[in-house]
């Protein structure tokens, strides 16, 4: 089964600043993403020799996900703070996590240029290991606000329930 069936009258590439990104089965998208870092897995190389072989042959050893950076405009809306708090609560001046709100299913979707879906990724098992609420403050800048959050993950697949639709 081909999970990325052929546009046959597609041939441009698709744009990489349409997307959307959802925390696990939210119907809505996060409020205002406006940069996500690469999706990137990498594999370690194990090297190894056979008796009487002068070549050294490759194996596939353990696979490693690159954790991924959300970035935003500071709005009023509190999914980034809450997410990030879950692994970090202050209860009564000690740390504790919230293990129930710690971990989420990250959906990404890439749009077309009308808007539509037409290709998604599932992030799993997803936690934020750093948080930027604000960026630095200057009276003398014209820049937007930025926070961001730096999600550690164990894997990502394409989403099979998006599909390209039929472009019209």
């Not at 808007?115 to 930027?132: D, K, L, M």
Request: hydrophobic share 40%; net charge negative; aromatic share 8%.
């Amino acid at each position: 089964m081909n999970i990325f069936p052929a546009n046959v009258n597609r041939f441009d590439p698709y744009k990489s600043y349409r997307f959307l990104v959802y925390f696990g089965e939210n119907q809505e998208a996060v409020a205002a993403v406006s940069k996500v870092t690469a999706l990137k897995r990498s594999s370690d190389v194990i090297d190894y020799k056979e008796g009487g072989n002068n070549i050294i042959l490759k194996g596939l050893g353990r696979t490693k996900y690159e954790p991924i950076t959300l970035e935003r405009g500071v709005t009023q809306d509190n999914e980034f703070l809450k997410w990030a708090d879950a692994a970090q609560v202050l209860d009564k001046g000690s740390p504790s996590a919230s293990l129930k709100n710690l971990r989420k299913e990250l959906r990404i979707h890439l749009l077309n240029e009308q808007g539509a879906p037409v290709r998604g990724y599932i992030v799993h098992r997803c936690w934020v290991s750093e948080f930027q609420a604000l960026p630095d403050l200057d009276a003398g800048a014209t820049a937007v606000a930025l926070e961001h959050i730096k999600v550690e993950n164990e894997g990502w697949e394409v989403d099979p329930k998006v599909v390209e639709p039929a472009e019209t």
